[in-house]
């Protein structure tokens, strides 16, 4: 079992930059894949970007260019660089975690993830 605690969020303006970071206790981080999502009010949530076990990393379109997800296996850790952030990626934004024994595949769908943070609050100002 992990459990998930993401950070970072918070209110900028259109083009700036935020740095997520979600934290994944235990010693077994390595052995899953990872993902962000977010959601925002009235929405569903969606896909925004996912890691592999070995750190093949996968976009939304929507993101594609401007955000960039990382992770730390040694610090059980996990990112999501956001630049040139604009109105529309306001939302609260989610980290989840998916056991796999496959190292180098990505999901993308919500019910791919059986781990799932508490979220944090991106807020972008136009």
């Known amino acids: 079992q992990v459990q998930l605690v993401e950070s970072g969020g918070g209110l900028v303006q259109a083009g700036d930059s935020l740095r997520l970071s979600c934290a994944a206790s235990?010693?077994?981080?390595?052995?899953?894949?990872m993902g962000w999502f977010r959601q925002a009010p009235g929405k569903e949530r969606e896909f925004v970007a996912a890691?592999?076990?070995?750190?093949?990393?996968y976009y939304a379109d929507s993101v594609k260019g401007r955000f960039s997800i990382s992770r730390d296996n040694a610090k059980n850790m996990m990112f999501l660089q956001m630049n040139s952030l604009k109105p529309e990626d306001t939302a609260v934004y989610y980290c989840a975690a998916h056991l796999t024994g496959a190292i180098g595949i990505y999901y993308s769908r919500i019910d791919d993830y059986d781990h799932w943070g508490q979220g944090t609050q991106v807020t972008v100002s136009s």
């Open positions: 235990g010693r077994t981080f390595s052995r899953y894949a």
């Open positions: 890691i592999s076990r070995i750190s093949n990393p």
